[in-house]
């Protein structure tokens, strides 16, 4: 799991940013938030372009950089000072193991150190074009073995999938696992990072293969007003959703077309959530309130951290009333605030809060920041 994102000049955040899944002494929903010690993920709240898809963003960097055909550029720098470089610092705990891995890029999209360490141990050590292995049979690399804009990490592991290695194969198959959700940008564009795996996560293949007895059953858990079928008609269809129908007791049956933008995107998160929730990884969602009821909102965060074990949901949302201790304990919730240097956070269990106290109203009262400046002069 995730224990900590380190970085430095990346988009709004000109100074050094931590984000940090440790747990605190606390003992609230100790038995449901926290795994080993280690928090099941964190969330940002705060102001419109304050940066919190930015904080978000420095968790999934790491997976596109990694799984998606990306490498590093200037768009990923911050606008507000000239410092020639970036980095970031990723501590993972796998089985029992701490795996840190560290890289640094320049302006000129030129990767000028990359490391690699487990329990300590340095395992790769890379300087712009010249690298040093200690898993992989070549124990030094010159110009012609590394792509200066790629990371060396994820040569290596296309060529070897870590055979030898047990703790850094899990830790691949913990990031393969993730997903980055946004249903601001296209209803069911998730982004996942194991291709393999499309079946699992895209909603016609998952319902394709697995029937919709799984969603269904969550529907039923709950009280849905409804359930959904599958009924692949005979012949193409243009639209393959038209085989999706939401069914409901004494009222007619609406396609999932014609179904509201809600349920919509409550369907399509639903194969990628309870698959994270199952197999471990990160389950990353920008703008979790677009869509979704603040109730069900609220449904999705408690099912996740109860029924989840090896795997952190990480979002963004203005929702407040998850702002609770019944759903999130302090030290999961940061603020994110913008001034003339950039962005920055806060932990909400900065404050020691007591278990007793409204984190929604001290909140919205500014006590954590992270709250709009705005001024009704007309009022």
Not at 62 to 86: A, G, Q, S
Not at 311 to 320: K, R
Request: hydrophobic share 35%; aromatic share 14%; net charge negative.
């Amino acid at each position: 799991m995730l224990k900590k994102v380190r970085f430095k000049n990346f988009k709004s955040f000109t100074k050094e940013t931590i984000i940090s899944f440790d747990s605190s002494k606390s003992m609230i929903l100790q038995d449901t938030n926290v795994y080993n010690d280690i928090l099941k993920g964190c969330c940002f709240y705060g102001s419109n372009a304050s940066g919190k898809t930015s904080a978000l963003l420095s968790i999934t960097l790491l997976l596109d950089l990694l799984f998606i055909d990306t490498t590093v550029n200037p768009t990923l720098f911050t606008l507000y000072n000239n410092e020639k470089t970036m980095y970031f610092e990723y501590t993972f705990e796998i089985n029992n193991s701490e795996i840190v891995y560290y890289f640094e890029f320049n302006r000129n999209n030129q990767i000028t150190k990359e490391t690699l360490a487990v329990n300590g141990e340095n395992k790769l050590f890379r300087t712009l074009n010249s690298a040093e292995s200690k898993i992989t049979e070549n124990k030094d690399y010159g110009k012609n073995d590394i792509d200066e804009n790629n990371l060396f990490l994820k040569n290596i592991y296309f060529n070897t999938k870590f055979t030898n290695y047990t703790d850094l194969r899990d830790w691949f198959n913990f990031l393969k696992n993730s997903l980055y959700y946004n249903p601001l940008r296209q209803i069911g564009k998730i982004v996942l990072f194991d291709k393999a795996r499309i079946n699992d996560y895209e909603l016609i293949l998952y319902l394709e293969k697995n029937g919709a007895d799984e969603i269904n059953n969550f529907f039923e858990e709950f009280d849905f007003p409804y359930k959904i079928k599958y009924e692949k008609k005979n012949g193409l269809l243009q639209n393959p959703f038209l085989n999706i129908i939401f069914v409901r007791e004494e009222l007619a049956d609406i396609p999932f077309p014609l179904e509201s933008n809600g349920n919509q995107v409550l369907l399509n998160i639903l194969p990628s959530f309870l698959s994270v929730v199952k197999n471990g990884g990160i389950f990353a969602i920008d703008e979790f309130s677009s869509g979704l009821h603040n109730n069900l909102e609220a449904l999705l965060v408690k099912y996740f951290f109860k029924h989840s074990k090896n795997a952190q949901l990480i979002f963004v949302s203005h929702s407040t009333n998850l702002l609770s201790t019944n759903l999130l304990r302090p030290d999961q919730i940061y603020s994110v605030d913008f001034d003339k240097n950039g962005s920055f956070l806060k932990k909400f269990s900065d404050e020691k809060p007591r278990e007793s106290q409204n984190l929604e109203k001290m909140y919205l009262a500014g006590i954590f920041g992270g709250i709009p400046q705005y001024e009704d002069k007309q009022m």
